[in-house]
């Protein structure tokens, strides 16, 4: 495709329930980022990959999220015994190099009941 | 890490001129400014970047002084489609990781 993909579109889950969000990046976008975003505020850095290096987990808010890529392309987001605090949209950005804009998916909305 | 202060909100009338200013005091050398549009339910949108000076394309333009601790997003003649929140990106001083957003700037552009 042409853009980022991110699926589920939405996801509704039951607290302590495991949830994991996709995100298929731009063909050849080496670069991937992970964002947490709160009704009405901007996008929280949560990860960042260069192809399969997980190289800045700083903003994963507890150890409870987990993020790969394993083949350097496609990569989920695993948030293990979801709480209802991490209800947000989660956002999926792709670039080709470093300065480059960033591509965003549409997000995952997560709702946890 | 460069952080980044812009008005939280502006309001505007269809086919005025609008400028959002940025302030990033702690920008490094190697850090460019990107700003972001999004719309409700959808991800950011790039409209325009630059490093120094002005930047024009079709959408927008960039307005970054000589001290690069401030930039300024000017949207010629808006329209009610330009309401959303823009958001203004400083990044990436050679780390590539942990481009951070602020709070955004929330245009409303009424008729």
């Known amino acids: 495709g042409a853009g980022v993909s991110q699926s589920p579109r939405y996801k509704v889950a039951k607290r302590g329930q495991d949830v994991a969000l996709r995100c298929d990046p731009i063909?050849?976008?080496?670069?991937l980022f992970w964002y947490q975003q709160a009704l009405g505020q901007g996008p929280e850095f949560l990860t960042y990959f260069q192809n399969e290096a997980q190289l800045d987990k700083s903003g994963l808010p507890s150890d409870r999220f987990f993020a790969e890529r394993p083949e350097g392309s496609v990569s989920t987001l695993k948030i293990q015994r979801t709480q209802q605090e991490d209800s947000a949209v989660y956002l999926c950005?792709?670039?080709?190099?470093?300065?480059?804009?960033?591509?965003f998916g549409n997000g995952t909305r997560l709702t946890v009941t | 890490l460069a952080k980044t202060t812009q008005p939280i909100s502006m309001d505007s009338y269809e086919g005025q001129e609008v400028n959002i200013t940025c302030s990033h005091n702690n920008i490094a050398t190697n850090d460019y400014i990107t700003w972001y549009q999004q719309f409700p339910s959808q991800g950011p949108r790039f409209i325009i970047q630059g490093y120094k000076t002005k930047v024009t394309n079709e959408v927008a333009s960039l307005f970054i002084p000589a001290d690069r601790k401030s930039s300024t997003l000017s949207l010629p003649r808006v329209s009610l489609s330009d309401t959303a929140v823009y958001y203004c990106l400083v990044g990436d001083g050679g780390s590539q990781g942990n481009l951070i957003f602020g709070k955004g700037t929330k245009l409303s552009v009424k008729p």
């Open positions: 063909s050849g976008h080496v670069s």
């Open positions: 950005a792709t670039r080709d190099r470093a300065n480059s804009p960033l591509h």
